[in-house]
């Protein structure tokens, strides 16, 4: 039965160059929506993580909350308490969070 439903149907030319201009669309929005805002973010939690200095108040990806006593080579030494220290590696240190937990100056509350 399959082989005379196949024969049935008419052979018409295929336009492979509509599915090819569809593959294309497909990846060209694939990357202005996934591959270039990721891009975008990565390069903005390099330049923060490099800016780091001493006396910046952070908060990790964990959600410790510490201000940067030292910086050595890949990690940064937190103080999270009166004396305690701890040491994460600077990749651990997240940008949005660390953002939304530094206290607003009376500059930036007069421009809101």
Known sequence: ????????????????????????????IFYFFMVRPQQRKQKQHKSFVDSLKRGDRVVTIGGMHGRVVEIVDDAVVLDVDRGTKLTFEKSAISVEASKRFIP?????KAEA
């Open 1 to 28: 039965m399959l082989p005379t439903i196949l024969l049935q149907a008419d052979a018409q030319p295929q336009a492979w160059w509509g599915n090819l201009i569809l593959i294309g669309g497909i990846i060209i």
């Open 104 to 108: 607003q100056t009376k500059e930036t």
